[in-house]
């Protein structure tokens, strides 16, 4: 008798695996599921400023698990292919055409590499030549294309360095600059198994407050690797010979100067920080000439470690060094006038210098901003916008600078969430040093274009600015029914442009418009074919609704194939969401997107499940508001039930959604949403919580837009952390996280802890840990496992629950 006792608790064990944790093999989802997943994706385009080619881009395919497990370093920030110096696990293109938009030829390129694995675009200043990288397993090349004749040819002979700042940079119309690998420098060292003593790290009375990061320097050793494959030389090519210029050193950023003559270099120093990512080491910033003569160091700046973490607070030392696009080779940088502290109350916040090669041991000062200074866009002597903006109070302002006199004179200011008062971005042109500045009609005026946010939702729009009078006319703008976006203001005095035009039911593609041509018509420039005709018959609708404060909401509404309610009644709901935080209740209240984009699917997207008799509210709002003094995140929990609820019960309004089958998922800081609401609410069947945070603690420094530290407010890291009330989930929930997350705040120990905690409570749970994924998944067969558990999941406690 004990032996069969013994026999039947064994199997049903088996059957019910609880306390398993055993390595699953690859599962996959149904047909419907996979087939959308593996569909080809819809090619990009990149169109010359002048508007005479395109270059039709097609990208590789998910990569499969074994392609994933290439080497990898992983220090400083920085995660590295010890093989070819170049990042890791990173995907390219496969595929290049060109188009000839005066002619509408389409081109074949001749030459491109085997197995091509393209990244880096970049267009010569006089878009005659386009120059790109070809990564390899054990090298990566730099290559050019000629658009005359489409043909290819590789022009280096070192193999590229490209793990951090650009690779390369185009020094005028004939000539590359890029980073290099260091020839005949001996091999790495093997890591010791003994170590020579222990890691100590030491803070001498200094605030050193710092975010969570991950894979950071931990060890000297991690540091001399780190200097390893950093270390790169700068090679000068002018298409058919290579050069070096200066020595070797560990380079981040570089920029040509418009005149081609100099170099603006950033290179990191030592000693390097255990505490913060690469960017934040100690770096001198300096000028080269291009005969690799250093002529002058700008500046050298400690490690980032001791700079406040607030939004508004930055460092001290001169920062946000760029080229003046409108002159030879001047240099513009800013430096904070309130020592760096956004909090502190101060009549200017940041004032920005000029400096350059000639300018040996002065600088000049230009302007100063009462807001903390974001950049600037030039224009000539006589204008320029430069852009300025504070996280506390959300505003930010557009100013025009007079760059001869100094004058800032304030142009437009909103709030930063208000997307209906936008100005857009402005129109730029290419002047003679083939750089962008701003396009200024001949009547003095600029042009700016826009996603044209509305109470009807998107409908991207061009409009002209008047510097006189201020008067804003909209030119062109989106017809109703359609979404179709500027790619490029090719030829602003003539009115031509290029967009990307979409329905719900017309695949995304390119058209030329012309101004004076009427709005509805345009010349397609491309016949792309729809690569989901699984969807066909679907219905989207962009649903609004009210929460109990009557603050707008709206969602993407999908609904399955010839689905009707009256006959088919309600379905099971799956709710996606991202919140998001806000300052207006107004502001949180606006519409957000267009109805009519065309379905996109990448692979964590909740649409796949309309396929499966799911209603699928995707882009669901979940505005967490605080207004005045108040902080949102100080009533985060009761909002998100407002948000929640109100959802449902709108779908049940409608007689699509079944409030009694409901599941609700996210990525990222969507998943601590979900995590929240199971915690908090009886709203859900299920939830879905993929790559999140659930314990804010480990977050201490700050968090999305929150930036008191832990022990400013411990009350609201506690209240906010589902970990916290761990033992108040009984609702179904699945987590699921990659391996290698290198994401701030999402270590995979936040998915392993709160999967004890959850368990040591007696909680339904599943944990999935994706191998070789970091914060976004990209493997073939994970994505393919991922929609399988969660089809799983949702079948079982959604569509099925109680059965």
Same mark, same amino acid.
């Given at each position: 008798?004990?032996?069969?006792?013994?026999?039947?608790?064994?199997?049903?064990?088996?059957?019910?695996?609880?306390?398993?944790?055993?390595?699953?093999?690859?599962?996959?989802?149904?047909?419907?599921?996979?087939?959308?997943?593996?569909?080809?994706?819809?090619?990009?385009?990149?169109?010359?400023?002048?508007?005479?080619?395109?270059?039709?881009?097609?990208?590789?395919?998910?990569?499969?698990?074994?392609?994933?497990?290439?080497?990898?370093?992983?220090?400083?920030?920085?995660?590295?292919?010890?093989?070819?110096?170049?990042?890791?696990?990173?995907?390219?293109?496969?595929?290049?055409?060109?188009?000839?938009?005066?002619?509408?030829?389409?081109?074949?390129?001749?030459?491109?590499?085997?197995?091509?694995?393209?990244?880096?675009?970049?267009?010569?200043?006089?878009?005659?030549?386009?120059?790109?990288?070809?990564?390899?397993?054990?090298?990566?090349?730099?290559?050019?294309?000629?658009?005359?004749?489409?043909?290819?040819?590789?022009?280096?002979?070192?193999?590229?360095?490209?793990?951090?700042?650009?690779?390369?940079?185009?020094?005028?119309?004939?000539?590359?600059?890029?980073?290099?690998?260091?020839?005949?420098?001996?091999?790495?060292?093997?890591?010791?198994?003994?170590?020579?003593?222990?890691?100590?790290?030491?803070?001498?009375?200094?605030?050193?407050?710092?975010?969570?990061?991950?894979?950071?320097?931990?060890?000297?050793?991690?540091?001399?690797?780190?200097?390893?494959?950093?270390?790169?030389?700068?090679?000068?090519?002018?298409?058919?010979?290579?050069?070096?210029?200066?020595?070797?050193?560990?380079?981040?950023?570089?920029?040509?100067?418009?005149?081609?003559?100099?170099?603006?270099?950033?290179?990191?120093?030592?000693?390097?920080?255990?505490?913060?990512?690469?960017?934040?080491?100690?770096?001198?910033?300096?000028?080269?000439?291009?005969?690799?003569?250093?002529?002058?160091?700008?500046?050298?700046?400690?490690?980032?470690?001791?700079?406040?973490?607030?939004?508004?607070?930055?460092?001290?030392?001169?920062?946000?060094?760029?080229?003046?696009?409108?002159?030879?080779?001047?240099?513009?940088?800013?430096?904070?006038?309130?020592?760096?502290?956004?909090?502190?109350?101060?009549?200017?916040?940041?004032?920005?210098?000029?400096?350059?090669?000639?300018?040996?041991?002065?600088?000049?000062?230009?302007?100063?901003?009462?807001?903390?200074?974001?950049?600037?866009?030039?224009?000539?002597?006589?204008?320029?916008?430069?852009?300025?903006?504070?996280?506390?109070?959300?505003?930010?302002?557009?100013?025009?600078?007079?760059?001869?006199?100094?004058?800032?004179?304030?142009?437009?200011?909103?709030?930063?969430?208000?997307?209906?008062?936008?100005?857009?971005?402005?129109?730029?042109?290419?002047?003679?040093?083939?750089?962008?500045?701003?396009?200024?009609?001949?009547?003095?005026?600029?042009?700016?274009?826009?996603?044209?946010?509305?109470?009807?939702?998107?409908?991207?729009?061009?409009?002209?600015?008047?510097?006189?009078?201020?008067?804003?006319?909209?030119?062109?703008?989106?017809?109703?029914?359609?979404?179709?976006?500027?790619?490029?203001?090719?030829?602003?005095?003539?009115?031509?442009?290029?967009?990307?035009?979409?329905?719900?039911?017309?695949?995304?593609?390119?058209?030329?418009?012309?101004?004076?041509?009427?709005?509805?018509?345009?010349?397609?420039?491309?016949?792309?074919?729809?690569?989901?005709?699984?969807?066909?018959?679907?219905?989207?609708?962009?649903?609004?609704?009210?929460?109990?404060?009557?603050?707008?909401?709206?969602?993407?509404?999908?609904?399955?194939?010839?689905?009707?309610?009256?006959?088919?009644?309600?379905?099971?709901?799956?709710?996606?969401?991202?919140?998001?935080?806000?300052?207006?209740?107004?502001?949180?209240?606006?519409?957000?997107?267009?109805?009519?984009?065309?379905?996109?699917?990448?692979?964590?997207?909740?649409?796949?499940?309309?396929?499966?008799?799911?209603?699928?509210?995707?882009?669901?709002?979940?505005?967490?508001?605080?207004?005045?003094?108040?902080?949102?995140?100080?009533?985060?929990?009761?909002?998100?039930?407002?948000?929640?609820?109100?959802?449902?019960?709108?779908?049940?309004?409608?007689?699509? #959604?079944?409030?009694?089958? &409901?599941?609700?998922?996210?990525? /990222?800081? !969507?998943?601590?949403?979900?995590? +929240? *609401? =199971?915690?908090?609410?009886?709203?859900?069947?299920?939830?879905?919580?993929?790559?999140?945070?659930?314990?804010?603690?480990?977050?201490?420094?700050?968090?999305?837009?929150?930036?008191?530290?832990?022990?400013?407010?411990?009350?609201?890291?506690?209240?906010?952390?589902?970990?916290?009330?761990?033992?108040?989930?009984?609702?179904?929930?699945?987590?699921?996280?990659?391996?290698?997350?290198?994401?701030?705040?999402?270590?995979?120990?936040?998915?392993?802890?709160?999967?004890?905690?959850?368990?040591?409570?007696? #909680?339904?749970?599943?944990? &999935?840990?994706?191998?070789?994924? /970091?914060? !976004?998944?990209?493997?073939?067969? +994970? *994505? =393919?496992?991922?929609?399988?558990?969660?089809?799983?999941?949702?079948?079982?406690?959604?569509?099925?629950?109680?059965?």
């Amino acid at each position: 008798m004990k032996i069969k006792i013994l026999c039947l608790l064994f199997c049903a064990a088996q059957a019910f695996p609880i306390f398993a944790q055993d390595q699953v093999p690859y599962k996959e989802p149904p047909a419907e599921i996979r087939q959308l997943l593996l569909a080809p994706s819809l090619p990009s385009v990149s169109v010359s400023r002048k508007g005479e080619w395109m270059l039709i881009l097609e990208r590789q395919a998910n990569p499969t698990v074994a392609e994933m497990a290439e080497p990898e370093i992983k220090t400083g920030g920085l995660r590295m292919n010890p093989a070819n110096f170049g990042p890791s696990r990173t995907t390219g293109i496969t595929r290049i055409a060109v188009k000839n938009l005066l002619t509408k030829t389409d081109f074949p390129v001749k030459g491109l590499p085997a197995n091509l694995r393209a990244g880096s675009i970049q267009w010569s200043p006089n878009d005659s030549m386009v120059a790109f990288t070809h990564t390899m397993a054990d090298r990566i090349d730099l290559y050019v294309l000629k658009l005359a004749d489409q043909s290819v040819r590789k022009i280096n002979i070192t193999a590229l360095n490209t793990l951090a700042g650009p690779a390369f940079a185009w020094v005028g119309n004939n000539a590359l600059v890029y980073k290099t690998v260091p020839k005949g420098r001996p091999s790495l060292p093997p890591r010791s198994p003994v170590p020579a003593g222990p890691v100590v790290q030491e803070n001498l009375g200094k605030t050193s407050a710092s975010r969570t990061y991950q894979d950071l320097i931990k060890s000297p050793y991690d540091e001399e690797l780190f200097s390893h494959m950093l270390t790169s030389q700068l090679m000068l090519n002018d298409l058919n010979a290579e050069k070096p210029l200066g020595k070797p050193d560990v380079y981040t950023n570089m920029s040509v100067s418009p005149d081609t003559k100099f170099l603006m270099l950033t290179a990191l120093e030592k000693p390097y920080s255990y505490l913060v990512p690469f960017n934040g080491f100690p770096q001198r910033v300096f000028i080269m000439n291009t005969s690799g003569l250093i002529v002058k160091v700008l500046t050298r700046n400690p490690s980032s470690e001791t700079v406040p973490t607030g939004f508004d607070d930055v460092s001290t030392h001169p920062r946000s060094f760029q080229w003046r696009t409108d002159k030879p080779s001047t240099i513009v940088y800013a430096q904070a006038l309130d020592n760096g502290l956004g909090k502190t109350k101060a009549a200017f916040r940041d004032a920005v210098y000029a400096t350059g090669p000639q300018f040996q041991d002065t600088s000049q000062l230009l302007f100063k901003t009462k807001r903390r200074y974001n950049g600037v866009t030039w224009g000539n002597d006589n204008i320029a916008l430069v852009y300025e903006s504070m996280f506390a109070d959300r505003r930010e302002r557009i100013s025009r600078l007079n760059p001869t006199t100094g004058q800032l004179d304030s142009l437009f200011e909103r709030s930063s969430n208000d997307a209906y008062s936008s100005l857009g971005d402005p129109v730029t042109v290419k002047n003679a040093y083939g750089r962008d500045v701003l396009y200024v009609s001949k009547t003095n005026q600029l042009l700016f274009t826009s996603e044209g946010s509305s109470p009807n939702g998107d409908l991207p729009l061009l409009q002209s600015y008047d510097l006189a009078t201020a008067k804003k006319t909209i030119l062109w703008h989106c017809v109703p029914g359609y979404y179709e976006t500027i790619i490029s203001v090719t030829d602003p005095e003539k009115g031509l442009f290029v967009t990307q035009r979409e329905s719900l039911t017309e695949t995304p593609n390119y058209f030329l418009r012309d101004l004076k041509k009427p709005v509805a018509t345009g010349t397609p420039l491309t016949t792309f074919a729809n690569p989901y005709p699984q969807l066909d018959g679907i219905t989207k609708i962009k649903v609004s609704y009210l929460r109990k404060d009557n603050v707008g909401l709206t969602g993407d509404l999908y609904l399955p194939k010839g689905y009707t309610a009256k006959e088919q009644g309600p379905l099971p709901v799956l709710i996606w969401a991202y919140p998001r935080e806000y300052k207006s209740a107004s502001d949180a209240a606006q519409v957000r997107g267009s109805q009519f984009r065309f379905p996109r699917l990448s692979a964590g997207s909740p649409i796949f499940w309309v396929t499966q008799g799911y209603a699928v509210l995707d882009n669901a709002e979940m505005p967490i508001v605080g207004e005045g003094n108040t902080e949102p995140n100080d009533s985060f929990i009761p909002q998100l039930y407002l948000n929640a609820h109100a959802a449902i019960q709108h779908l049940a309004i409608l007689g699509v #959604g079944d409030s009694n089958r &409901v599941a609700v998922g996210g990525h /990222s800081y !969507g998943a601590f949403m979900t995590a +929240n *609401l =199971l915690a908090h609410t009886k709203l859900f069947k299920a939830g879905i919580a993929r790559s999140g945070a659930y314990n804010r603690t480990l977050t201490p420094f700050g968090f999305q837009a929150e930036e008191r530290t832990y022990w400013q407010a411990p009350e609201v890291y506690f209240n906010m952390s589902p970990f916290s009330f761990a033992d108040r989930i009984k609702t179904p929930i699945l987590l699921i996280h990659g391996e290698m997350d290198n994401n701030s705040g999402t270590f995979p120990i936040q998915s392993e802890r709160f999967y004890n905690a959850l368990k040591g409570h007696g #909680g339904i749970v599943r944990y &999935v840990q994706l191998p070789y994924e /970091s914060h !976004g998944y990209t493997g073939r067969e +994970n *994505l =393919l496992h991922m929609l399988w558990e969660q089809h799983q999941w949702l079948e079982k406690y959604v569509k099925n629950a109680g059965k």
